[in-house]
């Protein structure tokens, strides 16, 4: 079982290693976030001043990531308010959540 497991971890690795890029990082809140209706796996995300995003290992490699979920930056959003009141930290998880959710009712739709 123990095997198995090493097994499993080092084909993730491999998966994530050739899906994403290298300063995408898994969230903190991990558990907060629906894993993918194809591959499994809960999101890696990459959040910096200009941009917000989440991907997964589906897709054909690190340029064409086959669902990739943005939100607005918060360098967007002070741009357009003029302040950071209100900015949705948590929106990348939001959108990634709804996405994912689409996805399985497309899914099931077309299954
Ligand atoms: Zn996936």
């Given at each position: 079982?123990?095997?198995?497991?090493?097994?499993?971890?080092?084909?993730?690795?491999?998966?994530?290693?050739?899906?994403?890029?290298?300063?995408?990082?898994?969230?903190?809140?991990?558990?907060?976030?629906?894993?993918?209706?194809?591959?499994?796996?809960?999101?890696?995300?990459?959040?910096?001043?200009?941009?917000?995003?989440?991907?997964?290992?589906?897709?054909?490699?690190?340029?064409?990531?086959?669902?990739?979920?943005?939100?607005?930056?918060?360098?967007?959003?002070y741009?357009?308010?003029g302040?950071?009141?209100?900015?949705?930290?948590?929106?990348?998880?939001?959108?990634?959540?709804?996405?994912?959710?689409?996805?399985?009712s497309?899914?099931?739709?077309?299954?």
């Amino acid at each position: 079982m123990k095997f198995n497991f090493m097994v499993e971890k080092e084909l993730e690795d491999c998966r994530w290693k050739y899906m994403s890029f290298d300063w995408y990082k898994e969230p903190k809140n991990k558990n907060d976030w629906l894993a993918c209706s194809e591959c499994g796996l809960t999101p890696r995300i990459w959040e910096f001043d200009n941009g917000r995003y989440a991907n997964c290992v589906c897709g054909i490699d690190v340029w064409n990531n086959k669902h990739q979920v943005k939100a607005k930056s918060i360098m967007y959003y002070y741009r357009k308010n003029g302040n950071t009141i209100g900015y949705d930290v948590d929106e990348l998880r939001k959108n990634w959540n709804n996405y994912i959710l689409k996805l399985k009712s497309k899914i099931k739709i077309n299954g």
